[in-house]
């Protein structure tokens, strides 16, 4: 069977959960690779570097 690029794509996104919980290096290491698959199959305009991106939320003391 051989699948479009946007039918990897969809299927690929069938496969993501939403996180409720800390965000990890492998988290954002998943989403650099996600990131980078979506610039190569040109469905975002450029390069982004996710870590850059990542909001650390810290509680207030």
Do not use: C, Y
């Not at 919980?21 to 979506?38: G, L, M, S």
């Not at 199959?41 to 990542?54: E, F, N």
């Amino acid at each position: 069977m051989t699948f479009t690029h946007m039918e990897k794509v969809d299927l690929f996104l069938g496969q993501l959960l939403i996180w409720h919980e800390k965000i990890t290096p492998e988290v954002i290491a998943n989403q650099q690779r996600v990131a980078d698959i979506f610039t190569q199959l040109k469905l975002i305009p450029k390069t982004i570097k996710v870590s850059d991106k990542v909001w650390n939320w810290k509680p207030a003391k």
